[in-house]
């Protein structure tokens, strides 16, 4: 990556090599790094630290993960983007975890590239200026102008077409179900149906001219995947 002068990090885990291991790395990226070792703690770093990015463990002794970004992101109005780090894959903590207010999720073991691409997704969904334009394989991303260039050329987009496709961009990589497609496209009050989504990915296939679905792909029951050269 090494774009990331000026970018906060805050580490939030009780297993001290993790934070070790993870801090190392992401110094070495260029990110400005503090740690943790509880939610309390963590909590009162971030109020003075103000970090970009929280990746935060989600099994915690007497506050947990999802105590601190309920506290974190309680009221709404922070942009913090929050990353839970969790041993088990469980839907249900999944769920909980994104209802209060996190951003992503990560299962370990994982890898240290994955991470730095969700933190980097994280980044240019919150706090696009400070990546500036943001370039993706065929796609340049001026979210200032709400303006995709694909193939050297503007898009025409509907606003809500724009947040879909943006989205999918800064995720790429990464399989997005249709439920968490409509959250943070449409929000959690949408009380319309799930084909809308499949109606707007058909829309922006269109304009794409990905006809054969190799750049917006189909994972049948499970979502879309955005796949980039």
């Not at 990226?29 to 770093?45: H, K, L, M, P, Y």
């Not at 999944?94 to 997704?121: H, N, W």
Request: proline content about 3%; some cysteine; glycine content about 8%.
């Amino acid at each position: 990556m090494k774009t990331a002068k000026g970018i906060k990090i805050l580490l939030v885990d009780d297993e001290p090599h993790i934070l070790q291991f993870l801090e190392m790395g992401l110094v070495n990226e260029g990110f400005e790094v503090q740690t943790a070792s509880d939610g309390a703690d963590a909590i009162e770093q971030a109020a003075d630290f103000k970090p970009h990015v929280v990746i935060l463990d989600v099994m915690m002794p007497e506050m947990n993960g999802f105590e601190v970004v309920k506290e974190l992101k309680g009221d709404g109005s922070s942009q913090v983007g929050i990353i839970m780090l969790t041993a088990k894959d469980e839907v249900e903590d999944r769920v909980k975890g994104l209802t209060l207010g996190a951003d992503d999720y990560m299962v370990k073991p994982f890898s240290f590239e994955e991470l730095l691409a969700r933190i980097q997704a994280r980044l240019r969904n919150q706090f696009p200026d400070l990546l500036g334009e943001v370039v993706q394989g065929p796609f340049r991303l001026d979210d200032r102008r709400k303006e995709i260039i694909y193939m050297d050329k503007v898009l025409e987009l509907s606003p809500t077409e724009y947040e879909l496709l943006k989205f999918m961009i800064i995720n790429c990589g990464i399989v997005l179900s249709k439920t968490l497609i409509l959250d943070r496209v449409w929000g959690y009050d949408f009380g319309g149906e799930e084909n809308i989504v499949e109606v707007y990915v058909r829309s922006l296939r269109e304009k794409l001219g990905d006809k054969e679905h190799k750049l917006i792909r189909t994972l049948r029951g499970v979502g879309y995947r955005v796949d980039l050269p």
